[in-house]
């Protein structure tokens, strides 16, 4: 099976009201496990990575090894450039094979911003390939984006910008942060903000910074020998709301960087393991766990039963 962009699985789940996991991956140990725990789900699946990601494994083999480890598989496969920062990188992922882009010209002005996402829209759509853009701004680190502060989205911001750069998908800032550590205490997301936008912004909406940082992985990474101090993530009550109120697409990175450094850790407490393929295993088997918990908490792996009964 070919790769699919992301109006081919973000569709479905923005008709049929569910959330499509978007993974980041840098290595073929990650990758492999979000893809083998996506579809043992039946459940569609985004994989993506950071420009960071792309320096460490090199542009030329992803495409490849996505495709080869997607092929064969029952569910549909979109990889995705995150927080692409360029025009230039954004042309290189789709000349790649990348079959959806993200384009975050989000620390830009607005009329700025909306220049470079147009001109990102007019090269990727004359190639099959579909878009996603920010406008407001997440607090963080993660990788090379960085912002102290969050900018919230305006909704009629958002309606405008939509018009003038024909995006695809649109991420929006309602409270969530990149990194491990996004609230005080619980979390707390703008649901009120997030309907307005969907009743001005026909589109697929998009949540980053979701991860959920849960206290069974922190619990879980703390008995390995890490040390997490007081992370915390978006709550499962949070993305159920607002996969209710327009998001489609939930950005997760954190828990799983958590997860395989977990299960390495244990394995590397007997101290006779040497086998890189014994301790990535068990990396592995920890981020299927959590991509398992979090495609139930999406909701998305009902798209296979609704593909069974017609409604997709």
């Known amino acids: 099976m070919e790769l699919k962009n992301g109006n081919y699985v973000l569709s479905k789940a923005k008709e049929n009201k569910y959330a499509v996991g978007a993974f980041n991956f840098s290595n073929f140990e990650q990758l492999k496990a979000i893809l083998e725990a996506s579809n043992e789900m039946g459940a569609d699946v985004i994989v993506q990575t950071s420009q960071s990601a792309i ?47 993200m384009i975050d010209a989000s620390d830009l002005n607005f009329d700025e911003n909306v220049a470079l996402t147009k001109k990102c829209v007019e090269y990727a759509h004359s190639h099959n390939v579909t878009v996603e853009a920010e406008l407001g701004s997440l607090k963080g680190i993660e990788d090379e984006i960085c912002a102290k502060e969050s900018l919230f989205t305006k909704p ?92 489609c697409k939930v950005n997760v990175d954190t828990d799983l960087r958590i997860a395989f450094t977990t299960g390495i850790r244990n394995a590397l407490k007997d101290a006779t393991v040497f086998d890189p393929r014994k301790y990535l295993t068990s990396g592995m088997e920890e981020i299927k766990n959590e991509i398992k918990r979090r495609i139930k908490i999406l909701n998305c792996n009902k798209n296979k039963e609704n593909q069974k009964t017609g409604l997709v």
């Open 156 to 247: 009629e911001d958002a309606k405008r910008f939509v018009e003038l750069t024909g995006v695809d998908s649109l991420a929006i800032s309602i409270g969530t942060s990149h990194g491990a550590y996004k609230f005080e205490g619980e979390s707390h997301l703008d649901i009120e903000r997030l309907k307005q936008i969907q009743k001005l912004v026909n589109i697929q909406l998009v949540l980053h910074g979701a991860s959920a940082v849960s206290n069974e992985l922190k619990q879980a990474f703390k008995q390995s020998g890490g040390e997490i101090g007081n992370a915390n993530g978006v709550s499962s009550q949070n993305i159920t709301q607002s996969i209710e109120n327009g998001i």
């Open 55 to 101: 320096k460490y494994m090199g542009l030329d083999v992803i495409y490849p090894m996505v495709y080869a480890l997607a092929k064969d598989l029952d569910i549909a496969v979109c990889l995705n450039l995150d927080h692409g920062k360029s025009f230039e990188i954004v042309k290189s992922c789709v000349d790649a094979g990348y079959t959806n882009v």
